[in-house]
C-alpha cells in the first residue's frame, strides 16, 4: 500500500498552505477557547484512561497489518495516533487533524519525543468544511469522541467526506462514550444530567438521553452505506484507589470546569452546580467509589465514494 510522502492534491499538484489561510469558523466543540490548557490537560489524561481501558488502540480490528495510511479526524493532543505509530511500525503515515491549533503544536513535540515524527504529521483543519485529503487515501479513517463537536445535522457530510477520503475496502471507525458515567455519586450523576441536557440542546445527541450519540452509530454508518457494520461495546470500570481511578477523577475535576459556559449557555444557569461540583470532588477523594463507563466502536467497511 501506500508510500509515505506530499500528499498530491485531486488534481494531482502537491498540498502547499494556502498563502490566506481560511477564516476560522467559531468552534462547535464544547469548550470553545481552542487554547484553554486545562482541556489539553485532561484530553492528555482522558486518552491514557480510555486507550488502556478499551486495551489498545484498535483492540477490534482482526487484521492491522493491512493498514498503510490512516486518518485521525479531531485527533486532539495526537495521544491516540502516536500510539498507533508504536503499536505498528509497519503504518506507513499516521495523519491527524484538528481545529486547534495549540493542541497540535502539543502533538507534534509529542510526536518528535517519542520518536515518530517521521511518520505523523499533524494538520490543521476544520472536519465540519472539508477534508483536505485526495480521494480514496486512507486504509483507515478514525475517530473518537467527536459528538462533542458534531451536531446531528454534521455527521451526513462528515461520513461522505470519510468515504471519499478512505480507500474502498477500508475501514471507517468510530468510538463514542456515553455521556454518563455511572456512581453512587448522586453529585456526579446530577452534573453528568447538565450536561446531557446542554449537548442535547446544543443539537449534538439525537436523543436527550446519555446515549444520545453511542446509540446513533452503527445505524449512521449503514445509512450511509458503509458496509459490514459491527460494534465492541465496552464497560471501563475505575476504581478510585487506583491510577486510572485518580486519572478519571482528575479528568472530572476539570471537565466540569470547561463545561460550565457550555452548560450555561445551552441548558441555563443551575444554582447549585458549585455546591455539586464540590461534592463531586468529595465523592471522587472517596477509595472505594467505582465507577462504569460504557463506550462503543462501531466500524465498517468503506464501498468508496
Ligand atoms: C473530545 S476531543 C477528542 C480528542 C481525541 N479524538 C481523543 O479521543 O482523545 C475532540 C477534539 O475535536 C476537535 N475539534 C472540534 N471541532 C473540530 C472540527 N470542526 N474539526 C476538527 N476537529 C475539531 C477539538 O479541538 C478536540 O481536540
Same mark, same amino acid.
Given at each position: 500500500?501506500?508510500?509515505?510522502?506530499?500528499?498530491?492534491?485531486?488534481?494531482?499538484?502537491?498540498?502547499?498552505?494556502?498563502?490566506?489561510?481560511?477564516?476560522?469558523?467559531?468552534?462547535?466543540?464544547?469548550?470553545?477557547?481552542?487554547?484553554?490548557?486545562?482541556?489539553?490537560?485532561?484530553?492528555?489524561?482522558?486518552?491514557?484512561?480510555?486507550?488502556?481501558?478499551?486495551? &489498545?488502540?484498535?483492540?477490534?480490528?482482526?487484521?492491522?497489518?493491512?493498514?498503510?495510511?490512516?486518518?485521525?479526524?479531531?485527533?486532539?493532543?495526537?495521544?491516540?495516533?502516536?500510539?498507533?505509530?508504536?503499536?505498528?511500525?509497519?503504518?506507513?503515515?499516521?495523519?491527524?487533524?484538528?481545529?486547534?491549533?495549540?493542541?497540535?503544536?502539543?502533538?507534534?513535540?509529542?510526536?518528535?519525543?517519542?520518536?515518530?515524527?517521521?511518520?505523523?504529521?499533524?494538520?490543521?483543519?476544520?472536519?465540519?468544511?472539508?477534508?483536505?485529503?485526495?480521494?480514496?487515501?486512507?486504509?483507515?479513517?478514525?475517530?473518537?469522541?467527536?459528538?462533542?463537536?458534531?451536531?446531528?445535522?454534521?455527521?451526513?457530510?462528515?461520513?461522505?467526506?470519510?468515504?471519499?477520503?478512505?480507500?474502498?475496502?477500508?475501514?471507517?471507525?468510530?468510538?463514542?462514550?456515553?455521556?454518563?458515567?455511572?456512581?453512587?455519586?448522586?453529585?456526579?450523576?446530577?452534573?453528568?444530567?447538565?450536561?446531557?441536557?446542554?449537548?442535547?440542546?446544543?443539537?449534538?445527541?439525537?436523543?436527550?438521553?446519555?446515549? &444520545?450519540?453511542?446509540?446513533?452509530?452503527?445505524?449512521?454508518?449503514?445509512?450511509?452505506?458503509?458496509?459490514?457494520?459491527?460494534?465492541?461495546?465496552?464497560?471501563?470500570?475505575?476504581?478510585?484507589?487506583?491510577?486510572?481511578?485518580?486519572?478519571?477523577?482528575?479528568?472530572?475535576?476539570?471537565?466540569?470546569?470547561?463545561?460550565?459556559?457550555?452548560?450555561?449557555?445551552?441548558? &441555563?444557569?443551575?444554582?447549585?452546580?458549585?455546591?455539586?461540583?464540590?461534592?463531586?470532588?468529595?465523592?471522587?477523594?472517596?477509595?472505594?467509589?467505582?465507577?462504569?463507563?460504557?463506550?462503543?466502536?462501531?466500524?465498517?467497511?468503506?464501498?468508496?465514494?
Amino acid at each position: 500500500m501506500g508510500q509515505r510522502g506530499r500528499i498530491p492534491e485531486q488534481g494531482g499538484a502537491s498540498v502547499t498552505s494556502s498563502p490566506q489561510q481560511p477564516q476560522e469558523q467559531p468552534s462547535t466543540y464544547f469548550v470553545q477557547d481552542r487554547s484553554n490548557e486545562a482541556e489539553l490537560t485532561r484530553l492528555h489524561i482522558q486518552d491514557q484512561m480510555l486507550t488502556k481501558a478499551m486495551g &489498545g488502540v484498535l483492540p477490534e480490528q482482526p487484521d492491522p497489518s493491512r493498514f498503510s495510511r490512516i486518518l485521525d479526524v479531531g485527533c486532539g493532543t495526537g495521544d491516540w495516533l502516536i500510539e498507533a505509530a508504536q503499536t505498528y511500525p509497519h503504518l506507513s503515515l499516521l495523519i491527524g487533524v484538528d481545529a486547534s491549533r495549540n493542541l497540535l503544536a502539543y502533538a507534534r513535540d509529542q510526536a518528535e519525543a517519542q520518536g515518530v515524527s517521521e511518520r505523523v504529521e499533524f494538520q490543521v483543519m476544520d472536519a465540519l468544511r472539508r477534508l483536505d485529503f485526495p480521494r480514496h487515501y486512507f486504509d483507515l479513517v478514525n475517530h473518537r469522541a467527536a459528538g462533542s463537536w458534531l451536531r446531528t445535522w454534521d455527521w451526513p457530510k462528515l461520513l461522505s467526506e470519510y468515504q471519499r477520503v478512505c480507500k474502498p475496502g477500508g475501514v471507517i471507525r468510530l468510538t463514542e462514550s456515553d455521556l454518563m458515567a455511572y456512581s453512587s455519586s448522586e453529585a456526579l450523576t446530577r452534573l453528568f444530567e447538565l450536561l446531557v441536557e446542554a449537548f442535547h440542546q446544543a443539537g449534538h445527541f439525537f436523543t436527550a438521553k446519555s446515549d &444520545g450519540v453511542v446509540s446513533e452509530l452503527a445505524r449512521l454508518l449503514q445509512q450511509h452505506g458503509v458496509q459490514q457494520v459491527q460494534t465492541r461495546a465496552y464497560k471501563m470500570e475505575f476504581r478510585m484507589a487506583t491510577e486510572s481511578g485518580q486519572h478519571f477523577a482528575e479528568d472530572m475535576r476539570l471537565a466540569f470546569r470547561t463545561s460550565l459556559p457550555f452548560i450555561r449557555k445551552w441548558r &441555563g444557569p443551575s444554582e447549585d452546580y458549585e455546591e455539586l461540583y464540590q461534592r463531586m470532588l468529595n465523592d471522587l477523594r472517596q477509595p472505594n467509589l467505582v465507577i462504569t463507563w460504557p463506550m462503543l466502536t462501531a466500524w465498517g467497511t468503506n464501498v468508496g465514494a
